[in-house]
Structure formats: structure tokens, C-alpha cells
């Protein structure tokens, strides 16, 4: 991401051959049915505006780049090995230099990561999750869906499920000499999330982990990359690349999003990134900890199974619980709708992609949703409070935290 060749990543869409493997998997062609809101059509779109045929102001081609998710499920269907988000990301930043970025884009940007600024944002928006007020209000509309989202991000223990003995250890020892691992805290995880980095700190301390904290982190700059705003994003990707230094030690990552954009920034620091599943599912692990007695329903994250090709780990991770039961839900691996701000630009279109997941999950009611990503925690949690169903939204390191607890770990 950081040394971009001359065409930058429209070089990654010069395999497609229009073969139509990524029609069936793409959210938006689903859900309208128009060529051009399906990979192939907006490859050849993009294709289009890097060779002059169309202009970077053209409404069409910004309205149908704009309704794209980003998800990458069109990635791993693709037999060619197009890197379809590379594209997209270079078409952005060339439209959003020739028409700007929406100013609700920018407000929100401008609010949720600019230090000293995002702070007061965030103190305010868990002031008022403190009320429960959030969730009263949850609903369909542009205001009470946003309000469904901050209530999604309160904590709430999960330890009322636990049957552990009161005392039980984990069935395996700790290492005497704990790994070093640096912990990247984000901007919306930080600010709303801060219970799944407590609960990821004592998880990896569990499993022979010694958590690090690194100053002079910023935002990864997903999220201005999404927007088109690449030369911020770049900007970011080189302040945290400063500020974890030139070690090896890993850098654990808890959000989805955050750690598929920071694996590209490229160099020896991507391949330090790590996903906390993934740290956890390392060297035989994780350590079993105490029953939980859940039924949960996994929600993989586009951007840990589709961009990072993450699938494996959290299902080591549920399998450390004894007694949780994982159940089965009909497209699970679909997008959400969250993708970054979409929710917020998108709303329309990020509705309809969401709800045939909520279809599915009241089909079988279970009592967790579990998700690896801010963004599909809110809005699947905010889907489910509009619809009055009373499923809590968690990462999987809280299950996992909440078992070690029940097994005696934390004494």
C-alpha cells in the first residue's frame, strides 16, 4: 500500500476474465440484480476510467463504485486471482480527488479519528450508552439505527453461563517466559471496545502472551482508504509503522478491518500483524478454559475470512469452551452491510444486504452472535435491537474470557 506502483491497484484487476464466478458472491449484485453493482461490471468500470474512457466526475461511475461494500467475497471465488480491493481503492482516490468526499464522510472521519477531537467524541458517545438509553431508541430510521449501534457496544459479561468450579485451573500450564506482543488499540475499538482489549490482554496473558502497549499509535487509515482519501491513509500507515519500531515482535490486532489493511501496509511490518485468533490459536492453543453453556452463532467478518483469509482460528478458539455450542446459521459468511462508514453513506442499500442475515439468525435464535469486527458487532447488534430480538453481539475473546474466568484463571 505504501510503495503503490504507477497504476496502483488497478494492476491487480488485469487477470479478470469476465468469467462470472463472482456474481453469486457479490452482496450488492444480490441484492439489485444490475450488472454494474457486481465485481465484473465494476471491474470493467474501473477499467474504463483508468484508460480515459470515462471521467472521474462521471455520476454513474461514482454512484456504483459507492454502493460497492468492499467486502472482497468476490476474491476467494475468483479462479484468476484478481485483487478486485486493490482496484477499488485506486478508482476511489481518483474520484474523491475530482469531486471531494461527502461531507458526512468527512464529519464522521473527522470525529471518530482525529486525536484530541475523537476523544471528546467517544467520551460523550459511552456517557450515553451508560444510560441505556441507546438501545430504547433502536430502530430503522437514520437516527435510531445509529442509536442501535452504540448500544451494541456496551459490555455486557457473559459470565451467568458459566458452570466452572469455583477454583479450576486450565488443563494446561502457562509458559514461564511469555512471548512480547505489541497491542494495537485503534480508533472506534479504543473508544468504544476498550472491554475487548482488556478481555484480549488477560486471554493472551492465559495463553503465554505478555501484552505491550506502543505510544504514538494512530487510526490504521482503513478507513480513509475506503473513502478515497489515500494520501491520509498513507500518512497513518506510516506514523504506526514509526511507532511500532523496526522489531519482530507481533502486533496483535482485534479488529478485522484494522489488521487486513495494516497486513498491506507492506514490509516486514505486515507480516508482524496478527489477528488475535490467530495469536491465540498458535502453538497448540488456546488453553481450555471453563464450560459456558451458549449456543453461539459465529459471524465471520468479510475482512478476517475474505481479505485475510482467517477461518480456522476462531473455530479453535469457540472449541477451548467446553460446553459452547456453535450453531449453524445460513450465510454466515455473507456481508453484514456494516463495511466502515457504509452504514452511515449507504444506508439504503447497507439495510438490504443485512437483512437476510437477521432473517437467518431469528430462524435460530441464538443466545450470542459472535463477531471479530466493530462494524458487524454494531450493526448486527443494531439489526437485532430494531427487530426486538435479545441476542448479544460479542468478539469471541470475550467467550474465551469469559470461560478462563469461569475455570479460576484470573485468581
Not at 124 to 142: D, H, I, K, V
Request: glycine letters at 12%; hydrophobic letters at 40%.
Amino acid at each position: 500500500m505504501i510503495a503503490a506502483e504507477a497504476r496502483g491497484g488497478f494492476a491487480g484487476l488485469d487477470a479478470c476474465v469476465h468469467c462470472g464466478f463472482c456474481l453469486q458472491a457479490c452482496p450488492t449484485f444480490l441484492a439489485t440484480g444490475d450488472e454494474a453493482d457486481s465485481p465484473r461490471g465494476r471491474i470493467e468500470l474501473m477499467r474504463s476510467l483508468e484508460r480515459g474512457d470515462l471521467v472521474a466526475t462521471d455520476a454513474a461511475l461514482a454512484y456504483h463504485l459507492d454502493r460497492c461494500l468492499g467486502c472482497r467475497a468476490c476474491e476467494p471465488v475468483c479462479p484468476s486471482g484478481v485483487h478486485y480491493g486493490h482496484g477499488l481503492e485506486t478508482a476511489r482516490e481518483r474520484i474523491a480527488d475530482a469531486r471531494g468526499v461527502p461531507w458526512l464522510a468527512r464529519a464522521a472521519l473527522w470525529a471518530l479519528t482525529t486525536p484530541g477531537v475523537s476523544g471528546v467524541v467517544y467520551w460523550f458517545a459511552r456517557m450515553a450508552r451508560a444510560t441505556g438509553l441507546p438501545r430504547l431508541f433502536a430502530g430503522w430510521g437514520r437516527f435510531r439505527f445509529a442509536m442501535g449501534m452504540l448500544g451494541a457496544t456496551k459490555p455486557k459479561g457473559v459470565g451467568r453461563w458459566g458452570r466452572g468450579k469455583e477454583g479450576a485451573v486450565p488443563t494446561s500450564p502457562r509458559p514461564h517466559n511469555p512471548t512480547p506482543v505489541f497491542l494495537f488499540r485503534g480508533c472506534v475499538m479504543d473508544g468504544l471496545f476498550r472491554h475487548v482489549h482488556d478481555a484480549t490482554v488477560r486471554t493472551l496473558s492465559v495463553n503465554g502472551y505478555e501484552v505491550r502497549e506502543v505510544a504514538g499509535q494512530v487510526c490504521c487509515g482503513a478507513l480513509h482508504a475506503h473513502a478515497g482519501l489515500g494520501d491520509a491513509a498513507r500518512k497513518l500507515a506510516r506514523a504506526n509503522m514509526a511507532a511500532f519500531g523496526d522489531g519482530d515482535e507481533p502486533i496483535v490486532v482485534n479488529s478485522a478491518g484494522c489488521g487486513a489493511f495494516m497486513k498491506e501496509y507492506g514490509g516486514s511490518f505486515s507480516a508482524r500483524v496478527r489477528d488475535v485468533t490467530e495469536l491465540l490459536a498458535a502453538n497448540g492453543g488456546p488453553v481450555p478454559g471453563g464450560p459456558l453453556d451458549l449456543q453461539v452463532a459465529y459471524d465471520p467478518p468479510c475482512h478476517l475470512l475474505h481479505a485475510q483469509r482467517i477461518s480456522q482460528p476462531p473455530e479453535r478458539l469457540f472449541a477451548a469452551i467446553p460446553l459452547l455450542h456453535l450453531v449453524t446459521v445460513s450465510g454466515a459468511n455473507d456481508c453484514c452491510g456494516s463495511a466502515g462508514l457504509f452504514t452511515l453513506v449507504e444506508p439504503e442499500m447497507s439495510r438490504a444486504v443485512l437483512q437476510p442475515k437477521l432473517e437467518a439468525l431469528s430462524a435460530v435464535a441464538p443466545q450470542v452472535v459472535a463477531t471479530g469486527n466493530p462494524g458487524c458487532a454494531m450493526q448486527i447488534g443494531a439489526g437485532l435491537a430494531a427487530r426486538g430480538i435479545r441476542t448479544q453481539v460479542r468478539h469471541p475473546v470475550e467467550l474465551l474470557d469469559a470461560s478462563y474466568r469461569a475455570a479460576g484463571c484470573y485468581e
